[in-house]
């Protein structure tokens, strides 16, 4: 006797409405042109928002550019007779900007606020700081291990960029 779980397959599902109807469908498994067969079908919800926000971008920037240039007469020929001002066809791209420029002065206005002047030691040396320790020289030939992190101090920073020129 056959195994219950088999009649209830979709596989012999698909086999037994075979007779009735001539439907195809492709095993995940097959290649088509050299490419496997995606499991998942279907669209993505991150494409569907994609594709909703740049329609409704598109015609939203349409009915601003007829609303802003298109005489009143011939918008009234049409039958729409109640829309904004035209005064906030100019305002409100004028303001935003304005607030966009504001608001990076401001971010830029926090972090000067936020950052330590160059002459305080907080900019060299501050609680998270790590001096750097002496290591034991090993003898020659000995594998020598690589160093612990630590800051470089600002006196070998100096001599670096200042001394090089002796």
Request: charged letters at 15%.
């Amino acid at each position: 006797m056959k195994d219950p779980s088999f009649l209830n397959s979709p596989r012999r599902i698909l086999s037994l409405s075979k007779e009735r109807a001539t439907v195809s469908f492709t095993d995940p498994d097959d290649k088509v042109s050299g490419f496997p067969v995606s499991e998942e079908h279907g669209t993505k919800p991150s494409e569907v928002y994609g594709f909703v926000g740049s329609i409704s971008t598109i015609m939203t920037t349409v009915i601003y550019f007829v609303w802003a240039y298109t005489p009143e007469p011939w918008l009234r020929s049409v039958g729409i007779t109640y829309y904004p001002s035209r005064y906030w066809a100019l305002a409100l791209p004028s303001y935003d900007m304005v607030n966009i420029v504001l608001a990076i002065t401001f971010y830029i206005g926090l972090n000067f606020m936020a950052t330590a002047p160059p002459t305080s030691f907080n900019t060299i040396y501050d609680e998270f700081s790590r001096e750097h320790s002496l290591s034991q020289v090993s003898k020659e030939g000995d594998e020598q291990p690589i160093e612990p992190i630590s800051d470089i101090g600002i006196h070998q920073v100096n001599s670096l960029m200042f001394n090089s020129a002796n």
